[in-house]
C-alpha cells in the first residue's frame, strides 16, 4: 500500500511561483507524477517522474515552466510550478504507479493523494 499526501497549494497572482510536495509512504512506485482538475474539467496528467533514471514527461501546456523532482532520502514528491498562469487554476493530486508507459495516463497510477488547491488571479 501507498499513502500520499499533498501539500503547498494556496492562492497567488499570475507569474508568481508555487512549490506543491507530496509526502509519500509505503513501498516504492516506478514513476510517479502530478495531475490537476479544474472546475467542469476532466482530469490531466501535469508532469511525471520515473524513479529509476530520474527521467520526466511533461504536458506541453507546462513544460517549460514546471519542473518534478523526487527526493528518495525525505520520500517527497514536488512540483516547482513557475510563471503560473490564470488557467493553472484547479486542485493538483500526485499518484504513483507501476504501469511504465503512457506517461500521463490516470488508470496507469494505482494510488492517488487527497489534492491540495491552487488558484491563479490576474
Known amino acids: 500500500q501507498v499513502q500520499l499526501v499533498e501539500s503547498g497549494g494556496g492562492s497567488v497572482q499570475a507569474g508568481e511561483s508555487l512549490r506543491l510536495s507530496c509526502a509519500i509512504s509505503g513501498y516504492t512506485t516506478f514513476k510517479k507524477g502530478w495531475f490537476r482538475q479544474a472546475p467542469g474539467k476532466e482530469r490531466e496528467g501535469v508532469a511525471t517522474i520515473w524513479r529509476s533514471d530520474r527521467s520526466t514527461y511533461y504536458a506541453d501546456s507546462v513544460k517549460g515552466r514546471f519542473i518534478i523532482s523526487l527526493d528518495d532520502a525525505e520520500n517527497t514528491l514536488y512540483l516547482e510550478m513557475n510563471s503560473l498562469k490564470p488557467e493553472d487554476t484547479a486542485m493538483y493530486y500526485c499518484?504513483?504507479?507501476?504501469?511504465?508507459?503512457?506517461?500521463?495516463?490516470?488508470?496507469?497510477?494505482?494510488?492517488w493523494g487527497q489534492g491540495t488547491l491552487v488558484t491563479v488571479s490576474s
Open positions: 499518484a504513483a504507479g507501476d504501469t511504465w508507459y503512457p506517461p500521463l495516463s490516470d488508470n496507469t497510477y494505482t494510488y
